[in-house]
C-alpha cells in the first residue's frame, strides 16, 4: 500500500486498481466474508425499510462512488479517496453484473414457454374464448403454455 504512505510522488492508476483490491481483501478478512466486502445488500434492504425506498444494492454502491468523490474534491489530498472510489466502483460493477445475470434468468425462463403452435410468440397475448384480444405484454408472468389449452389462446387463435 505504498500509495498511501508516500505523497511524495504521483501514484499511477494502477496502483490505486491494486490497493483497492489489497484493501478489500483485508477488510473481508477481517469483516465480511473470504469472498470480500458483502455488506451492501443487506445496509440496502434495512435502509430501504427503514426509509421506505427501492433503492439495490447498485444504488448503494453508487452513492458510496459518488461521496468518494466529494470528499476527494474538498480539502487536502487523501489518497484513500480515490482507493476507495476504485473499489466502490468495483463492487458497483459486480452488483449491476448480478443483476444484470438475474434479469436475463427470468426473460429466458418467459422465453422457454411456447404456446401449442410452438412458435415464438412468447404468449405475450391472450384471450379467452369469444373476447377480443387484449394485446398486452405480461410482464413478470410465467406461464406454461407448452400444453393445449382451451383457456390459454395467444394472438393467432390457437
Known sequence: MTILNDKTKPFDAIEVLETAAAEMKDRAAKRDSGTGERSMAKTVDIFNILKGYKLSEEDGWAFMVVLKLV???QGEFHPDDY???AAYSSLQGEAAS???LRQQASKETLTESKCARNCD???S???APGL???GLPIEGVNLDLTKESSTRWTDHGV
Do not use: F, N, W
Request: include cysteine.
Open 132 to 134: 377480443i384480444p387484449l
Open 71 to 73: 470528499r476527494g474534491s
Open 125 to 127: 397475448m391472450y384471450m
Open 98 to 100: 448480478k443483476e444484470y
Open 83 to 85: 482507493v476507495d472510489a
Open 121 to 123: 410468440c412468447q404468449g
